[in-house]
């Protein structure tokens, strides 16, 4: 097979997660994206083609879809893939940028899933200053910050209502 075809079979299984994950259909979402990295693969490394870029994107629908299906260990390691290309690369206003964000949000939803409050609450003020300090193109940015917002606050208040380690009632220290 020509690298051409299989550069365009994996984008085509991306661009049918992505429609499958708009739709809602999670499995099929996730299944669409762990195929379009698997036909990547068979493009040679000789190849001019980013195959860490098309995976980081893959992982970041990827990530969505898990953490909509409630398999927040694998979310958080699909996330984390995401986010370790991403993160290198630095360039939130650039079209990758939105796949930086969702890869980042999908990060603190399973931090929160696998019972990590502290994390996850960190990873959502993150998210929500990229958002903000976004200039690109965002169309529902202030539903986005909205949204976010609700889960900062809920977990705010989850952190604070917890002791810190060692903590003893001040009778505890007199008896």
Known sequence: MKPLVQVGQAYMALSEGEENLRKGLFEEAAASYSRAMIVSRTIPEDEAYDHQGF???????????LVKLEQFKEALASADIAMHYFNRRGELNQDEGKHWINAVRSRAAALEGTGRPEESLKTYQMVSEMIAERKGEMPDKEEQLSIIGEHISRLKSAVSGKKPAGYKAWWEFWS
């Open 55 to 65: 995976d980081a994107l893959c992982h970041t629908g990827l990530s969505g879809a």
